[in-house]
């Protein structure tokens, strides 16, 4: 159990009855940073209704007012009027993935140098394939050799494109970046995936979608090749749908401490991959439903109550992103689970492989690092510190398991903000 020597963190609330909340999640950042991108590049003016305001969405908006931008907000809608791309700027993504993957096609579309840094564990993320991608396509890029940030595009105000192979091994961001500002290059782009697995394919699928809603057709002749034909990209009315992975922890909740979650808003249809949480719970025992009102689990008396449920094999492939709300629930089976398919997230905000092993380890647990993802053995859990690496993801799944094992400290839960800056008072009107 966690002792008085803990002097900074954030006691992880436990719950004292069965959950019966109905939550409503804000925007998804996923949707909200390429609708960014593609307002900016857009041949009129946007809005987005309901975006998500966090730290990754705010860097993103910020990165492009710098890069000429105009993004006027108020509360529940941003409106956004392209301008002139033009560098001479430096720009900070943060720990941001889809700022720092994102923004670099946009910058090599401006007139002049644009610097791209972040914090400091985002200079150990892994850029070389936008960076040579760039190169590829005639943009000059200043890099030391680092294939990391920091780094210089130096813009001459538009991108020729034609053909370039890329290895997306690490990262589906890489397809992504590039396929958003593929309409802006003068002969579009033809773009193809040449490493040993591609990951999270939905985020692609969002890409495109995205892409289809503002007149921009992206064909895929073969697998893994992507054809961009030069166009506008047309202004839109956007309205954001609710963050559904950052919906997992509090849907994992419900089987933890029993009783019943909704997520308010649930889309009937959508790219993002959270939507895997509604059919991978019932793998644990839940029972979902989805209606008019969202997406509903029913964890019955759940874990807290005596509930039990068998270890799972789960291949998380397309859905790298929910692989440590999926681990505290593996950690807490009575027989074995595997989570394979998440070898890239050891790129991420931080190496969540070994970030994993090492909190659940420090719980009690027993679980192992594989080539492609995480090995759980039956053990005990009790309290301890729990660290979340400047890692959203990590800092919420010390909080869900805080729910149900006592004592369990969170470090760092302030760095949900990169995603979801309500977190912790969401947490506490899921418990309320």
Request: aromatic letters at 4%.
């Amino acid at each position: 159990m966690a002792d008085s020597t803990y002097s900074t963190g954030w006691a992880a609330p436990a719950a004292s009855a069965p959950l019966a909340a109905r939550l409503t999640i804000p925007g998804s950042k996923s949707l909200t940073n390429r609708e960014l991108v593609l307002s900016a590049l857009a041949s009129g003016p946007s809005t987005l209704h309901a975006p998500l305001v966090a730290r990754d969405t705010e860097l993103m908006a910020d990165a492009l007012r710098a890069l000429g931008t105009t993004i006027e907000t108020s509360p529940g809608v941003w409106r956004i009027t392209p301008g002139e791309l033009h560098g001479g700027t430096e720009l900070h993504a943060g720990l941001a993935g889809t700022v720092m993957r994102f923004i670099p096609p946009v910058a090599a579309l401006a007139d002049g140098p644009v610097t791209i840094d972040g914090d400091e564990h985002a200079r150990k993320r892994p850029m070389r394939t936008t960076i040579d991608a760039l190169r590829a396509l005639g943009v000059e890029v200043e890099d030391d050799d680092r294939g990391g940030l920091p780094f210089t595009i130096r813009g001459m105000g538009g991108v020729d494109g034609g053909e370039v192979t890329i290895d997306a091994s690490a990262s589906s961001q890489f397809v992504s970046g590039l396929l958003l500002a593929a309409p802006r290059f003068r002969d579009g782009l033809v773009l193809r995936h040449a490493g040993e697995r591609l990951p999270s394919l939905p985020h692609i699928d969002m890409t495109i979608d995205t892409l289809a809603r503002r007149g921009v057709a992206v064909t895929s002749p073969e697998t893994a090749t992507w054809v961009v034909t030069p166009g506008d990209i047309e202004g839109a009315d956007r309205h954001i749908e609710p963050d559904l992975s950052n919906a997992g922890p509090f849907l994992a909740a419900a089987l933890l401490a029993g009783g019943r979650v909704t997520i308010a808003g649930w889309p009937a249809t959508t790219t993002q991959v959270g939507d895997l949480f509604a059919t991978l719970l019932s793998q644990f025992g839940a029972t979902v439903t989805r209606d008019a009102d969202g997406l509903t689990v029913d964890g019955g008396v759940g874990w807290r109550g005596g509930r039990t449920w068998e270890g799972v094999d789960l291949d998380l492939t397309e859905g790298g992103e929910l692989a440590p709300t999926f681990a505290a629930l593996a950690a807490l089976a009575t027989t074995a689970s595997r989570i394979t398919g998440i070898g890239h997230l050891r790129g991420h905000e931080t190496d969540r492989l070994a970030a994993l092993v090492a909190e659940i380890s420090g719980l009690g647990g027993r679980v192992t690092e594989l080539i492609d993802g995480l090995a759980f053995e039956p053990a005990p859990l009790h309290g301890g510190f729990w660290r979340a690496y400047a890692d959203h993801r990590m800092a919420t799944t010390g909080a869900l398991l805080g729910l149900v094992i006592p004592g369990v400290v969170v470090d760092d839960i302030g760095t949900t903000a990169k995603t979801l800056p309500e977190f912790p008072a969401l947490w506490e009107e899921l418990r309320a």
